[in-house]
Nanobody, 115 residues
Framework: QVQLVESGGGLVQAGGSLRLSCAAS????????MGWYRQAPGKQRELIAA???????NYGDSVKGRFTISRDNAENTVFLQMNNLNTEDTAVYYC?????????WGKGTLVTVSL
């Protein structure tokens, strides 16, 4: 099993930046892909960024060019650097890990972007 704990959410003004962290523990050697999802009020959860074992990354169109996913293998942590935030980025952000096709989830961290 894999345990994930997100941190770094909070309130930020539009145009500002935040960095989210996701600390992984457990059977981390089995993780194939780690990703960040978000769910805004009244909307479905969407994948916004993913990083593969070979460090290739993918981004959703809504965040491309503004968000960057990265990781620190020594700390078993994945980051999401979010720049130029706007009010549409307000959501609960979840970290997820894919292990042989099964997703493990963190509890989420709330990001609120104000005008």
């Amino acid at each position: 099993q894999v345990q994930l704990v997100e941190s770094g959410g909070g309130l930020v003004q539009a145009g500002g930046s935040l960095r989210l962290s996701c600390a992984a523990s457990g059977s981390i050697f089995r993780i194939n892909v780690m990703g960040w999802y978000r769910q805004a009020p009244g909307k479905q959860r969407e994948l916004i960024a993913a990083i593969l074992r070979d460090d290739n990354t993918n981004y959703g169109d809504s965040v491309k060019g503004r968000f960057t996913i990265s990781r620190d293998n020594a700390e078993n942590t994945v980051f999401l650097q979010m720049n130029n935030l706007n009010t549409e980025d307000t959501a609960v952000y979840y970290c997820a890990a894919d292990v042989a096709g099964k997703n493990y989830w963190g509890k989420g961290t709330l990001v609120t972007v104000s005008l």
